[in-house]
C-alpha cells in the first residue's frame, strides 16, 4: 500500500458526459501528478500540481482540468467524454523533502474508466 | 511521446533465473527509475538510479545506467513466480519537471 488513495476505482459512463476523479497523496506529500495509461499511448504525464499550484503540464486535453486543495487532494475533471478517453488513470505524490525522497512517485491503484 | 524503450517487450523465463530488462532513452536524463506493475494496478517503485551513478543495488535487483549510451538494464537475480509483472523504465529529464517520462514496458513472465 503505497499511501496514495484513488477514488473511485471504477467508472463506466457515457460519451458526452462528466467524471472526477479524486486522489489523496500520502501524509505530508505536497506534489500531486496525474497520469493516464492506454494501451495504444501507454502511460503519459497528464499535469503536476505542487502545494496547490500547477507546476506542470503534459499532454492533457483541454477538456481535462485538475486542481489541488488547500488539504492537498487533487481532482481530475474530465468532460466531453470521448471513447478514445478510456484508460487507467493514476495519481502520484512525493514527498517534499530533497533528495531521492523528493524524486520518488508513489502511486494510487488508479481509476480505470470507461466510456461507452 | 515516449522517451524510454524498454527491451525486449516480453519475458518469459523459469523461476530460479535471472531476468534483464533493458531501456534506452533519446536525451539528457537527471535520474531513470524502475517500476512495477501487476496486472492493471498500480505502480510500485522499485529503484532510482542518478545520471552520476553506474549501478545501484536492492535486495535482488541490479540496476545499471550507461549515460554514454542512454540506456540502463534491469536484473533480477534467482526470480519467482511473484515478480510476474510488467516492468517500466521512467526517466526524470534535465532541466525539466519532476514529471516520469515512462517506457512501454518490459511484460515478465516467470513460470513456476
Known amino acids: 500500500d503505497s499511501g496514495v488513495t484513488q477514488t473511485p476505482k471504477h467508472l463506466i459512463t457515457a460519451t458526452g458526459q462528466r467524471v472526477t476523479l479524486r486522489c489523496s497523496p500520502r501524509s505530508g506529500d505536497l506534489s500531486v501528478y496525474w497520469y493516464q495509461q492506454s494501451l495504444d499511448q501507454g502511460l503519459q504525464f497528464l499535469i503536476h500540481y505542487y502545494n496547490g499550484e500547477e507546476r506542470a503540464k503534459g499532454n492533457i486535453l483541454e477538456r481535462f482540468s485538475a486542481q489541488q486543495f488547500p488539504d492537498l487532494h487533487s481532482e481530475l475533471n474530465l468532460s466531453s467524454l470521448e471513447l478514445g478517453d478510456s484508460a487507467l488513470y493514476f495519481c502520484a505524490s512525493s514527498a517534499r523533502t530533497g533528495g531521492e525522497g523528493r524524486e520518488t512517485q508513489y502511486f494510487g491503484p488508479g481509476t480505470r474508466l470507461l466510456v461507452l | 511521446s515516449q522517451q524510454g524503450e524498454e527491451d525486449p517487450q516480453a519475458l518469459s523465463i523459469q523461476e530460479g533465473e535471472n531476468a534483464t530488462m533493458n531501456c534506452s532513452y533519446k536525451?539528457?536524463?537527471?535520474?531513470l527509475q524502475w517500476y512495477r506493475q501487476n496486472s492493471g494496478r498500480g505502480l510500485v517503485h522499485l529503484i532510482l538510479?542518478?545520471?552520476?551513478?553506474r549501478e545501484k543495488h536492492s535486495g535482488r535487483l541490479r540496476v545499471t545506467l550507461d549515460t554514454s549510451k542512454k540506456s540502463s538494464s534491469l536484473l533480477i537475480t534467482a526470480s519467482r513466480a511473484a515478480d510476474t509483472a510488467s516492468y517500466f523504465c521512467a526517466t526524470v529529464l534535465q532541466g525539466g519537471s519532476e514529471k516520469l517520462v515512462f517506457g512501454k514496458g518490459t511484460k515478465l513472465t516467470v513460470n513456476p
Open positions: 538510479i542518478r545520471s552520476n551513478e
Open positions: 536525451t539528457s536524463i537527471n535520474n
